[in-house]
């Protein structure tokens, strides 16, 4: 789907797939939930990205004591800086996914791991930490994280109760991964929504200073600039005047699902696959080889008929 300059100029589906049909959004699920800590923050349950964490939550202690643990921030969490040794990315690190997933409790299982770092310094691709930071958004809003994104997010968005799932235990019961399914369109509107600022149809739906806040760079993950749960890669565009850098910000899952804001050329868009696991990223080359290089042809011979002024 691609919707450029407030109107949706493509919308194609293929294999089966259609309009009305879910998609698992994988590690997408993660711009979520930093959505809704915003919202949370927006709203005065949060104090701010400054608030500490461990305050939040319920556990009376954590191994691997550390007097590092206390100075653990929402920022921290939600840049994927918090210190702890979780890093999805390393077949050593024991806060990877793969082993956090098999505990009973995802949140103490990740505040339980040691401290590798001092907090909001070095930034390692750590999905426990999305865990931690859903389960503090709960208890201070006194919400399951899918009712209260119904009740301010979604449901303000349009977006049906009936045409999302998210089963959220947190727990090594749950065999979805914490993950939401959403419609392609429902995507779209997340996209757009943080595009223009937070708002939809003219309502602000979240504040316009967590919309660019939560998109600018905190952290640098995997070499790649971070923000707050979304990615700020950029990508190598082949045009006759030789290759261009666009940045973009994206919301993505594991497998090809993508939302891109490109905020150079007004446009959002998304991809949803079937690519799980795969080391390519079909999209990416989607982007920058046809997609983006069609509408700097098409910007450019806007310029050059446009008749002076």
């Given at each position: 789907?691609?919707?450029?300059?407030?109107?949706?100029?493509?919308?194609?589906?293929?294999?089966?797939?259609?309009?009305?049909?879910?998609?698992?959004?994988?590690?997408?699920?993660?711009?979520?939930?930093?959505?809704?800590?915003?919202?949370?923050?927006?709203?005065?349950?949060l104090t701010g990205v400054s608030e500490r964490v461990l305050p939040l939550l319920s556990y009376e202690s954590y191994d691997h004591p550390d007097p590092r643990k206390p100075a653990m921030t929402l920022d921290s969490f939600l840049s994927m800086s918090s210190g702890l040794d979780c890093n999805d990315h390393s077949s050593t690190s024991p806060g990877r996914e793969t082993e956090i997933d098999d505990k009973p409790d995802w949140v103490k299982a990740t505040l339980d791991l040691p401290m590798i770092n001092d907090p909001g310094t070095k930034a390692y691709y750590c999905s426990g930490g999305v865990a931690v930071v859903g389960r503090a958004v709960e208890n201070a809003v006194h919400m399951r994280v899918p009712?209260?994104?119904?009740?301010?997010?979604?449901?303000?968005?349009?977006?049906?109760?009936?045409?999302?799932?998210?089963?959220?235990?947190?727990?090594?019961?749950?065999?979805?991964?914490s993950q939401i399914h959403l419609r392609p369109r429902d995507m779209l509107k997340l996209g757009i929504l943080f595009a223009d600022g937070g708002r939809w149809h003219g309502h602000q739906i979240i504040s316009e200073s967590w919309a660019r806040t939560s998109i600018a760079e905190h952290s640098h993950?995997?070499?790649?600039?971070?923000?707050?749960?979304?990615?700020?890669?950029?990508?190598?565009?082949?045009?006759?005047?030789?290759?261009?850098?666009?940045?973009?910000?994206?919301?993505?899952g594991n497998g090809g699902q993508k939302i891109y804001l490109v905020p150079q050329y007004d446009l959002v868009a998304v991809f949803t696959a079937g690519g799980y696991n795969a080391e390519s990223t079909p999209p990416n080359t989607i982007m920058a080889k046809i997609i983006l290089p069609a509408l700097m042809g098409a910007t450019s011979r806007a310029k050059v008929s446009s008749p002076p002024r």
């Amino acid at each position: 789907m691609l919707y450029q300059r407030g109107k949706l100029v493509l919308e194609e589906y293929f294999y089966g797939y259609s309009a009305g049909r879910t998609q698992q959004l994988r590690s997408a699920t993660k711009s979520v939930v930093s959505a809704l800590a915003g919202i949370a923050i927006d709203r005065g349950a949060l104090t701010g990205v400054s608030e500490r964490v461990l305050p939040l939550l319920s556990y009376e202690s954590y191994d691997h004591p550390d007097p590092r643990k206390p100075a653990m921030t929402l920022d921290s969490f939600l840049s994927m800086s918090s210190g702890l040794d979780c890093n999805d990315h390393s077949s050593t690190s024991p806060g990877r996914e793969t082993e956090i997933d098999d505990k009973p409790d995802w949140v103490k299982a990740t505040l339980d791991l040691p401290m590798i770092n001092d907090p909001g310094t070095k930034a390692y691709y750590c999905s426990g930490g999305v865990a931690v930071v859903g389960r503090a958004v709960e208890n201070a809003v006194h919400m399951r994280v899918p009712e209260f994104a119904q009740a301010n997010l979604f449901g303000p968005l349009g977006i049906a109760r009936s045409n999302w799932t998210w089963n959220y235990d947190l727990t090594n019961a749950d065999k979805e991964y914490s993950q939401i399914h959403l419609r392609p369109r429902d995507m779209l509107k997340l996209g757009i929504l943080f595009a223009d600022g937070g708002r939809w149809h003219g309502h602000q739906i979240i504040s316009e200073s967590w919309a660019r806040t939560s998109i600018a760079e905190h952290s640098h993950v995997d070499n790649t600039s971070y923000g707050y749960f979304w990615w700020r890669p950029w990508l190598n565009v082949e045009t006759p005047a030789g290759p261009q850098h666009v940045d973009v910000a994206a919301a993505q899952g594991n497998g090809g699902q993508k939302i891109y804001l490109v905020p150079q050329y007004d446009l959002v868009a998304v991809f949803t696959a079937g690519g799980y696991n795969a080391e390519s990223t079909p999209p990416n080359t989607i982007m920058a080889k046809i997609i983006l290089p069609a509408l700097m042809g098409a910007t450019s011979r806007a310029k050059v008929s446009s008749p002076p002024r």
